[in-house]
């Protein structure tokens, strides 16, 4: 039987899903738009179409080091706190991070369109709408990121508050003693607290200083200053911002009497070895995304049909 246009928005309005997803539902059923609502239930776009409107903030972060150091960090969203906590969930954001491991993928939209990991009879897209429809609510993977180490680096992770915040972290070092897992732990946990944006000073473009500066001044000016004054507190402020900007210019959080980078010179005498970090990504689970408020007695009637 023809697909037409009019059978594809047809099967639209019934399931929700989108155009291409009803035509290629039509297209394997022949043109029975029964058997395409099926298709589309089985692969749980028709559910997952449904919820895609709601907006995804919560969520976990989460990061996975495999046996060969090779480490991902991803962030996947889903709607409540609640479905955050959950096994499932859980398992499911795991399983992301191991594809992704996996995967040559750079973007988060050429991963999707990959075979599932655990199942190379689906995409990564139709692994997600089953999920959805299993968990009933909207669920995204929102980022991910990959290090690989090498000879002389080490990986260390911190998950805080359950996924809220995770952070992983590469540290070069010839040293195998056990304090440097334990120094990444630390400025793992320094990052999560403090949030820095570069590594060093150096790190820092001259673009980014600018901007810094022209807010600075600009903030200077609204508080009355003359302006050849304002450009002078300026340079102040810049370079106050800079230190904390730069994990290694830090106060350190666990001993306020001496900074990031003097603590890992600390533990570089201890163990006889120079300790550089190399890079580190930082995930703050729905950073940035705008949270939906929600009336809960008029939600309760939309339930209810009132």
């Known amino acids: 039987m023809a697909v037409t246009a009019a059978l594809v928005k047809e099967l639209r309005e019934m399931t929700g899903a989108g155009m291409v997803d ?7 059923a022949d043109g029975s738009i ?3 609502v099926e298709l589309l239930r089985e692969k749980g776009l028709a559910a997952a179409a449904k919820k895609a409107g709601r907006i995804a903030s919560e969520g976990l972060s989460h990061v996975y080091i495999d046996n060969n150091g090779v480490a991902a960090i991803v962030e996947v969203n889903s709607e409540t ?9 859980r398992t499911y954001v795991q399983d992301v991070a191991e594809a992704v491991i996996a995967s040559s993928s750079k973007t988060v939209e050429e991963f999707s369109e990959e075979k599932w990991l655990k199942d190379n009879s689906i995409t ?5 709408s089953q999920k959805i429809a299993v968990i009933g609510e909207n669920l995204n993977i929102r980022r991910f990121d990959k290090i690989a180490k090498s000879n002389d680096t080490t990986l260390v992770s911190y998950i805080h508050a359950g996924g809220k915040v995770a952070v992983l972290i590469e540290i070069k070092t ?3 003693d056990e304090k440097i897992t334990t120094l990444g732990k630390d400025l793992a946990m320094q990052i999560a607290a403090m949030n820095p944006k570069f590594v060093t000073r150096e790190e820092v473009s001259a673009d980014f200083i600018e901007k810094e500066r022209e807010i600075l001044t600009q ?11 304002a450009r002078k507190m300026v340079e102040g402020r810049l370079n106050k911002g800079l230190k904390e900007f730069c994990l290694v210019e830090q106060e350190y959080v666990k001993d306020g009497e001496m900074t990031v ?8 005498k201890q163990v006889g070895s120079d300790i550089s970090v190399i890079k580190f990504v930082r995930y703050e689970t729905g950073e ?4 939906k408020e929600e009336n809960f007695a008029e939600e309760v009637n939309k339930v209810m049909g009132k």
């Open 219 to 229: 903030q200077a000016l609204n508080e009355g200053k003359p302006e050849e004054i």
């Open 174 to 176: 010839t040293s195998t």
């Open 81 to 89: 706190d609640f479905v955050a906590k959950n096994a499932e969930f």
């Open 34 to 36: 029964e058997r395409a």
């Open 261 to 268: 980078k003097q603590y890992i010179e600390s533990v570089a």
């Open 288 to 291: 940035g995304i705008e949270k």
């Open 22 to 28: 009803c035509k290629n539902a039509l297209v394997e």
């Open 124 to 128: 990564v897209k139709e692994a997600l």
